[in-house]
């Protein structure tokens, strides 16, 4: 399954990426920081 996390460099979001990841899914860190613009990808 593919995931987008918006917020997913922050505190609670960094901790859901790698809670995700650990369990095998495809999961984006979205965040201003990583260049990912939230209305349009």
């Not at 987008?4 to 960094?14: D, E, P």
């Not at 990583?34 to 990808?41: D, P, R």
Request: charged share 15%.
């Amino acid at each position: 399954m593919k995931i987008v996390v918006i917020g997913g460099t922050g505190l609670i979001g960094s901790k859901l990426v790698a809670l995700l990841r650990q369990r095998d899914q495809e999961v984006l860190a979205a965040s201003p920081d990583s260049g990912v613009n939230t209305l349009t990808g």
